[in-house]
């Protein structure tokens, strides 16, 4: 997913893009550690948001899977935002919405965005753990990862998806 800020993304296959007319957040660290963490938590947010759609659409068996996925997020980006805070690096502020890649009208295109979002994130705290100049972001960045590969997983095996799971979570390998 990318940012409302017009700078690097993580991925080309990010998934949604902010409808602001103006960038609505701070420019963009040139540190690479910090831009990969700035860029993540961009990716989060836009995940947030997409996990309301998803919510909105998923049958009600789907509700415990949608809210531990939402709150999974919401718990990462407040760690994430506090590790730049704690750097004094200004972090993305989250867009006023978000182009979502594909119509979502039913569960199944419910599970389907959130799968591909779980895998945008992927990208994001992959470019983290590549990027990252301290053990701290590193081992925050490889849980975050192994998290978004897992609930992945899960929503993969909503859709009835073969095999569920890649093998290098991120990657284009």
């Known amino acids: 997913m990318t940012s409302p800020n017009p700078g690097p993304q993580p991925s080309p296959t990010t998934t949604t893009s902010s409808r602001a007319a103006e960038p609505t957040s701070p420019a963009r660290p040139s540190d690479g550690s910090d831009g990969a963490m700035f860029d993540a938590i961009a990716t989060t947010q836009a995940s947030i948001y997409g996990y309301g759609i998803v919510s909105a659409h998923s049958s009600p068996e789907m509700n415990s899977l949608v809210s531990s996925s939402m709150a999974e997020h919401r718990k990462r980006r407040e760690e994430a935002l506090a590790?730049?805070?704690?750097?004094?690096?200004?972090?993305?502020?989250?867009?006023?919405?978000?182009?979502?890649?594909?119509?979502?009208?039913?569960?199944?295109?419910?599970?389907?965005?959130?799968?591909r979002m779980e895998e945008d994130s992927a990208v994001a705290w992959r470019a983290v753990i590549e990027q990252a100049n301290n053990e701290q972001d590193r081992t925050f960045a490889v849980s975050a990862l192994t998290e978004c590969a897992v609930t992945a997983a899960r929503w993969s095996r909503v859709l009835g998806a073969k095999p569920i799971t890649v093998a290098f979570p991120g990657g284009s390998e």
């Open 83 to 115: 590790m730049l805070q704690a750097r004094s690096v200004q972090a993305p502020l989250p867009a006023a919405g978000y182009q979502l890649p594909f119509e979502v009208d039913n569960p199944t295109d419910a599970a389907k965005l959130a799968v």
